[in-house]
């Protein structure tokens, strides 16, 4: 029975490390075609990719086991491509950490948050899922902390919270100097009881 378990457990291992290899790959070269051509390329990495997005089984597998993250997941000083923005009565808000570790769980927090974004836009819904409201209370629970550490007083009570895209200029553009530019995706607005 022993040798059974060990058997499944290599076989795990070994299909695990190259899935891990493969995303990795496939995530660095797709980076990479982006970043020089200003878009990604219409090769066998291009298929390979529409072919794991529309994968339910890979994506959950990808998710859980963190595979998703490629070589990033050995990197966890890598920023995001996406981050949250908060506004109170014409006035952007900070919510800063006091540690690198509370950025970095920050980050992670807020990338799951808006995880389900893509989803969203690609697929209709007709109600929330349990998904959906998770992250709405997630979202909420921010906004609370952003009113804390700012210390709004009474009369703002509405915070606008917007997620953005930042996308980082090809490298064509290191001639003619452009700046990253940020994508509004979604906002949401929240009314706060004092």
């Known amino acids: ?29 797709s980076a990479y075609q982006k970043y020089v051509y200003g878009k990604q390329q219409k090769d066998i990495i291009f298929k390979y990719k529409k072919f794991e997005d529309n994968s339910r089984f890979l994506r959950t597998y990808y998710r859980y086991t963190g595979t998703e993250t490629g070589f990033g997941f050995f990197a966890p000083q890598v920023k995001g491509q996406g981050t949250l923005f908060f506004e109170s009565c014409g006035r952007l808000l900070g919510l800063p950490f006091e540690t690198n570790e ?16 893509k989803d969203e836009l690609e697929e209709k819904y007709n109600e929330p899922t349990l998904k959906h409201r998770f992250s709405d209370l997630l979202i909420q629970n921010l906004v609370v902390k952003v009113r804390q550490v700012n210390g709004l007083d009474n009369k703002c009570k509405t915070v ?5 895209l930042v996308e980082f200029p090809p490298l064509q ?13 979604k906002t949401w607005i929240y009314e706060t009881k004092n």
């Open 173 to 185: 553009a290191r001639i003619a100097t452009s700046e990253p530019k940020l994508f509004d995706v």
């Open 160 to 164: 606008k919270v917007n997620y953005k």
């Open 102 to 117: 509370g950025n970095i769980r920050g980050n992670c927090m807020i990338s799951g948050v808006t995880d389900y974004i």
């Open 1 to 29: 029975m022993r040798k059974i378990y060990k058997i499944r457990f290599k076989y795990f291992f070994v299909i695990h490390i190259l899935s891990l290899l493969i995303t990795g790959i496939v995530s660095t070269i």
